[in-house]
């Protein structure tokens, strides 16, 4: 990490990438990022939906429990989930828009000393996610795709939309 606490990548950027998205919007915002990840080393956390699916064939997944949103079983379960994904993959840098599958894994990767980047969602513009707000401390940076979003999350950096 640098002094301003934005994370430290190579000229060439992070080698090993895990993201972690829900289904539908979520992955939609990831995908969008595709040339920017498609010639790195690269692992997927998320739903094992029909759409999830189809749209990372091919790519290696491990996939968490879903609803995640206020449901402690399932959080327990993606809990260790996380730990495993991260002690056994070792990504260079954790990526995510949400929901709250993203929660252990941030945990865990500031535990690890893994960097981190949360990209807060393109529709949340006069609120903030729950994700969002608990995973804020947990990230090495954290991003808005609006300048308005950044009244919300003083100090973010804002990327532009990504749809």
Do not use: K
């Amino acid at each position: 990490m640098s002094q301003d606490g934005a994370p430290q990548t190579s000229a060439a950027g992070p080698r090993r990438v895990l993201f972690i998205a829900s289904s539908g919007g979520h992955l939609a915002q990831i995908m969008a990022l595709r040339p920017w990840w498609e010639q790195r080393e690269r692992s997927w956390a998320t739903f094992d939906t029909p759409d999830v699916v189809s749209q990372l064939d091919g790519e290696q997944i491990d996939f968490v429990r879903h609803p995640t949103t206020r449901n402690i079983p399932n959080l327990l379960r993606n809990t260790v989930i996380a730990w495993r994904v991260l002690r056994d993959r070792r990504p260079d840098l954790v990526v995510s828009t949400g929901a709250g599958a993203a929660i252990p894994f941030f945990v865990f990767a500031r535990v690890l000393g893994i960097n981190s980047a949360y990209i807060e969602v393109y529709d949340r513009i006069t609120s903030r996610t729950v994700t969002g707000r608990v995973c804020r401390p947990f990230a090495s940076v954290f991003c808005v795709q609006w300048e308005d979003q950044t009244v919300l999350y003083p100090g973010a950096v804002t990327i532009g939309p990504l749809l």
